[in-house]
């Protein structure tokens, strides 16, 4: 079984340049979230989607935005960019939201290295 | 506001012996889960185990396994019979289990070495 799928791989942009990332969950799994990992860090939490719904939001400006569709694959967007953006953005895709009973488990991409010049 | 606090930033261990690293976290929750994730080089972040807090025994994957202790909010993880294929970042996170989509909460990373 395929796992999650990020594109592209690698990408380099100039500042106030628009960027769209691209993910597909694994067969199945009808959540998708998105993480900004920035060089040293560890992942910061972005959006989480849900049966095409965001249903989550992590603190990051309205410059990101992102959509699910209706075969569960999303697209995170990044508009006006900043040096600040360039970062590992990883993908990741569970059955559904965390609960009681379910903890959520994701499954992460290989993630997009978004370079900003 | 959670938070996760890695303060080894980097370990070094002998091919074959055990390695602890350790993992604190603040919460003001009682139901949740904490996970360890491996980020090699390849980038794409693994898991490695899951603990959910209402449970009192410690999680056990292998050669893996957590001291989960919840008053004192520490969750480290033990590698025994460390093997070159160990050598990654390691992530401790944190996830709130009250049905909610907040999303994990991570650490800043452990980078563990293995030494031949």
């Known amino acids: 079984d395929a796992g999650v799928t990020q594109s592209p791989t690698h990408l380099i942009k100039t500042r106030g340049q628009h960027v769209t990332l691209r993910c597909s969950p694994i067969s199945g799994h009808k959540s998708v979230s998105w993480y900004q990992q920035v060089l040293g860090q560890g992942p910061q939490f972005i959006f989480q989607?849900?049966?095409?719904?965001?249903?989550g939001r992590g603190n990051f400006p309205d410059r990101f935005s992102a959509r699910q569709f209706p075969n569960y694959s999303s697209e995170l967007n990044v508009n006006a960019l900043l040096l600040g953006d360039s970062a590992l953005y990883l993908c990741?895709?569970?059955?559904?939201?965390?609960?009681?009973?379910?903890?959520?488990?994701?499954?992460f991409g290989e993630g997009s290295r978004l370079t900003v010049l | 506001a959670q938070t996760v606090t890695q303060s080894q930033p980097e370990m070094s261990v002998q091919e074959a012996e055990t390695v602890t690293l350790s993992c604190t976290y603040d919460t003001s929750e009682s139901d949740y889960y904490l996970f360890w994730y491996k980020q090699p080089p390849s980038r794409q972040m693994i898991l490695v185990i899951r603990?959910?807090?209402?449970?009192?025994q410690n999680a056990t994957e292998n050669r893996f396994s957590v001291n989960f202790q919840k008053a004192a909010k520490s969750f480290s993880l033990k590698i025994s019979d460390s093997q070159l294929g160990d050598a990654a970042m390691y992530f401790c996170?944190?996830?709130?289990?009250?049905?909610?989509?907040?999303?994990?909460?991570f650490g800043k990373g452990t980078h563990l070495i293995i030494q031949p």
């Open positions: 996170a944190y996830r709130s289990a009250r049905g909610g989509a907040d999303g994990l909460t």
């Open positions: 989607y849900y049966e095409k719904e965001e249903r």
């Open positions: 603990q959910e807090a209402y449970k009192q």
């Open positions: 990741a895709s569970s059955l559904g939201l965390a609960g009681r009973a379910n903890t959520g488990e994701l499954f």
